[in-house]
T-cell receptor, first 111, second 113 residues
Framework: DAKTTQPPSMDCAEGRAANLPCNHS???????VYWYRQIHSQGPQYIIH???NNETNEMASLIITEDRKSSTLILPHATLRDTAVYYC????????????FGKGTRLSVIA | DVKVTQSSRYLVKRTGEKVFLECVQD?????MFWYRQDPGLGLRLIYF???????EKGDIPEGYSVSREKKERFSLILESASTNQTSMYLC????????????FGPGTRLLVL
């Protein structure tokens, strides 16, 4: 049970912002939101994570709603190399319980 | 630059063969994981280990075993390969207490004939 819901696919024009939504309506107070992506034929890659505040790093921004029931990953200027499957995951930061990946969103960046 | 390597990118084996998939990390991380990935099913956890000589079953351990004799090395063993074990196998690792940020290897695409 991945505990998140994402659209199966999205398209984005090259150079535009890609906004990838994720619903996690059953998230509990101590669960973080994590994003990974997987480019074709490669292993998944960590992107960003957050608890309740918005976060930004060199790869992306993460916007989490005030009620924490949904979030959006933003790639500000998508390139062709951002074409990948993006996974949203919620989890508690403790112990060694492994990640549970859902089916993710297949983002296609189009020239 | 951090490195997670897997012994092969592509492997072809026959039904009934014993198959070894090896993962090596140079990050000095305690936790290591083996997943398989199949179209439409996403990533599924096979086994994980949070210390040398420790192992825990994941969601789909049947038909597999693992070995963790050294911290940097985590091996996945298919005792008697079957065609339904044809898949992409991914190894990952994370720091102890930080299993949320996992670093993945490039994957091994296994075909069992």
């Amino acid at each position: 049970d991945a505990k998140t819901t994402q659209p199966p696919s999205m398209d984005c024009a090259e150079g535009r912002a890609a906004n990838l939504p994720c619903n996690h309506s059953t998230i509990s107070g101590n669960e973080y939101v994590y994003w990974y992506r997987q480019i074709h034929s490669q292993g998944p890659q960590y992107i960003i994570h957050g608890l309740k505040n918005n976060e930004t790093n060199e790869m992306a921004s993460l916007i989490i709603t005030e009620d924490r029931k949904s979030s959006t990953l933003i790639l500000p200027h998508a390139t062709l190399r951002d074409t990948a499957v993006y996974y949203c995951i919620v989890l508690v930061l403790s112990g060694n319980t492994p990640l549970v990946f859902g089916k993710g969103t297949r983002l296609s960046v189009i020239a | 630059d951090v490195k997670v390597t897997q012994s092969s990118r592509y492997l072809v084996k026959r039904t009934g063969e014993k198959v070894f998939l090896e993962c090596v990390q140079d990050m000095d991380h305690e936790n290591m994981f083996w997943y398989r990935q199949d179209p439409g099913l996403g990533l599924r956890l096979i086994y994980f280990s949070y210390d040398v000589k420790m192992k825990e079953k994941g969601d789909i351990p049947e038909g597999y075993s693992v070995s963790r004799e050294k911290k940097e090395r985590f091996s996945l063993i298919l005792e008697s390969a079957s065609t339904n074990q044809t898949s992409m196998y991914l190894c990952a690792n994370s720091k102890s207490g930080g299993r949320e940020t996992q670093y993945f290897g490039p994957g091994t695409r296994l075909l069992v004939l």
